[in-house]
């Protein structure tokens, strides 16, 4: 894992499941740091390799592109590196340390937030991610569920970055940020329309909370 990590001063924004170039420019147009894109073909926003290449060409610099999987076979990981400007990956299953790190790319790790969920612990495990995503967890689905989980789960003292999932909205976001102090918050089916259809209203709302939630911090 990277350094120990302080409560930042801007709690930065990651829209996933963007599907559409026109959604990612809207995000985009919303402040968001990063957009994630699903390689996964069961997710509702799963996205083929000519739509993601139809997104990332309208996107200007200084965005993050992300790449989720769930665990994929390797050599898929290999395509989608070897044809997009992926900036981090992100792995969404049961991935081991050691293939997270076969790619040579630096990468987040989402961990399922069930009862007996160790946090630190699996920070030790995934040491050289760049960051841990805890997610909701619901059995058999790998995120994106919609549904929040009780934040008091997560430890207040953490050495390393934290990124937020799992049923945020434009109304809960402000708490969430307020109560977890997380690094980044990460939202898909909460500022969208339908499946994989982005709602540029909900996710202006959205990007106000967060940033009106930062200066009250501040």
Same mark, same amino acid.
């Given at each position: 894992?990277? *350094?120990? &990590?302080?409560?930042?001063?801007?709690?930065?924004?990651?829209?996933?499941?963007?599907?559409?170039?026109?959604? !990612?420019?809207?995000?985009?147009?919303?402040? /968001?740091?990063?957009?994630?894109?699903?390689?996964?073909?069961? $997710?509702?926003?799963? /996205?083929?390799?000519?739509?993601?290449?139809?997104?990332?060409?309208?996107?200007?610099?200084?965005?993050?592109?992300?790449?989720?999987?769930?665990?994929?076979?390797?050599?898929?990981?290999?395509? /989608?590196?070897?044809?997009?400007?992926?900036?981090?990956?992100?792995? &969404?299953?049961?991935? *081991?340390? #050691?293939?997270?790190?076969?790619?040579?790319?630096?990468?987040?790790? +989402?961990?399922?937030?069930?009862?007996?969920? &160790?946090?630190?612990?699996?920070?030790?495990?995934?040491?050289? +991610?760049?960051?841990?995503?805890?997610?909701?967890?619901?059995?058999?689905?790998? !995120?994106?569920?919609?549904? *929040?989980?009780?934040? =008091?789960?997560?430890?207040?003292?953490?050495?390393?970055?934290?990124?937020?999932? !799992?049923?945020?909205?434009?109304? =809960?976001?402000?708490?969430?940020? &307020?109560?977890?102090?997380?690094? #980044?918050?990460?939202? *898909?089916? !909460?500022?969208? $329309?339908?499946?994989?259809?982005? =709602?540029?209203?909900?996710?202006?709302?959205?990007?106000? #909370?967060?940033?009106? +939630?930062?200066?009250?911090?501040?």
């Amino acid at each position: 894992m990277t *350094s120990p &990590h302080n409560p930042p001063t801007r709690t930065r924004i990651k829209v996933c499941g963007i599907t559409r170039p026109a959604d !990612g420019l809207a995000a985009v147009a919303c402040g /968001v740091d990063a957009l994630g894109l699903v390689f996964y073909p069961k $997710s509702p926003r799963g /996205v083929d390799l000519a739509c993601a290449e139809a997104i990332v060409a309208v996107l200007p610099p200084f965005v993050a592109v992300v790449a989720l999987f769930v665990d994929p076979p390797p050599a898929w990981v290999s395509t /989608v590196l070897s044809r997009l400007p992926v900036d981090l990956i992100q792995f &969404h299953g049961t991935e *081991s340390p #050691a293939f997270c790190t076969a790619f040579g790319r630096p990468y987040l790790k +989402a961990i399922p937030m069930r009862p007996d969920t &160790h946090l630190a612990q699996e920070a030790r495990n995934y040491a050289t +991610a760049r960051a841990l995503l805890v997610d909701t967890y619901r059995p058999g689905i790998p !995120g994106g569920s919609g549904e *929040s989980f009780d934040w =008091n789960q997560l430890p207040t003292e953490r050495p390393f970055p934290l990124i937020l999932a !799992g049923g945020l909205t434009p109304t =809960n976001v402000a708490s969430a940020i &307020h109560q977890v102090r997380p690094y #980044a918050v990460d939202v *898909s089916g !909460g500022v969208e $329309s339908a499946k994989g259809i982005k =709602n540029p209203t909900l996710m202006a709302a959205f990007t106000r #909370a967060v940033q009106q +939630a930062n200066q009250t911090l501040a």
